[in-house]
């Protein structure tokens, strides 16, 4: 019996950690996709569908606690946002935290200081077929496209070398696509993630934009990792607060479920002898 008890804790521990995984990859900047945060709340869903055919003979009230599961952690973290998305104003936000978020776009602004230089370029080579070499052996050579010229930069290994990650193909003499581009006595860098060198320039230019916009109203662009983090925890210690009536009776709805998901919680723990602290009989 302990067997099963440890095994089956086992599962929902992986099941648990699988989803602050899901949720730090659909929400971080880097692996942003579209509609990223509908996709999360049908993963959610998916998982503790999963998780209920897995322990539903094992447990009592395992759909019960699925879906008080899957209201926490997915649906009204959702309706959080589709409510904040919908009016910003439907939520007071902890000015400290609004400057340091401002201060992280500014950060991120560095990175775009060669934006004038990509703009001219862009503007330059819009109706041309830029087709640029990215494989190993044009590393160092120049490339010409009108009256600029690209340098394909020297492959580093800390470009792609992640610790725990595959190495790339050809390691080390892998891809890369770090251009120095070259136009009189005007230099700058580029990175690009595809061969279609226009639709990288339109890219790094609308990122610039969005990044501005982001440093003048940073309420306006407030992240869904943000929004579910506060709002799983009822908002208690959070710095964003539910203002409007719609976000605060979704937010009354959160704390009545999180009530009788926590008396689940505590109820299994109860059972379990590993958790419970009890008096040593001598």
């Not at 094992?58 to 599961?69: V, W």
């Not at 919908?86 to 902890?94: G, I, L, Q």
């Not at 010229?149 to 610790?163: R, S």
């Amino acid at each position: 019996m302990k067997v099963k008890i440890i095994k089956n804790t086992r599962w929902i521990l992986l099941i648990f950690f699988l989803e602050i995984f899901i949720v730090r990859f659909i929400t971080s900047r880097r692996f942003s996709i579209e509609y990223g945060e509908l996709i999360f709340l049908v993963v959610i869903g998916l998982s503790m569908f999963v998780a209920f055919r897995l322990l539903k003979n094992k447990y009592t009230n395992m759909a019960l606690f699925s879906m008080l599961s899957f209201l926490l952690i997915g649906f009204f973290p959702y309706s959080h946002y589709l409510c904040y998305s919908s009016n910003r104003d439907n939520y007071s936000f902890n000015p400290d935290y609004l400057n340091q978020r401002t201060e992280a776009y500014k950060k991120e602004l560095k990175y775009f200081k060669d934006s004038s230089y990509v703009q001219e370029l862009s503007r330059n080579l819009n109706k041309i077929d830029v087709s640029l070499k990215f494989d190993y052996s044009h590393i160092g050579k120049e490339q010409r496209i009108g009256n600029y010229t690209f340098i394909l930069k020297q492959f580093k290994k800390e470009y792609y070398l992640v610790k725990g990650a595959p190495r790339p193909r050809n390691f080390p003499e892998g891809e890369t696509n770090k251009f120095l581009i070259i136009k009189g006595n005007e230099k700058f860098n580029f990175e690009m993630i595809n061969e279609d060198f226009i639709s990288e320039t339109n890219h790094f230019l609308n990122q610039k934009k969005m990044l501005t916009n982001k440093i003048k109203n940073s309420k306006q662009y407030i992240p869904f990792s943000d929004i579910w983090l506060d709002s799983v925890t009822g908002f208690v210690f959070a710095f964003i607060k539910p203002l409007s009536k719609t976000s605060q009776i979704i937010r009354l709805l959160q704390l009545v479920t999180a009530y009788f998901f926590f008396q689940m919680i505590a109820s299994w723990i109860k059972q379990s002898r590993s958790l419970n602290i009890e008096k040593v009989e001598k």
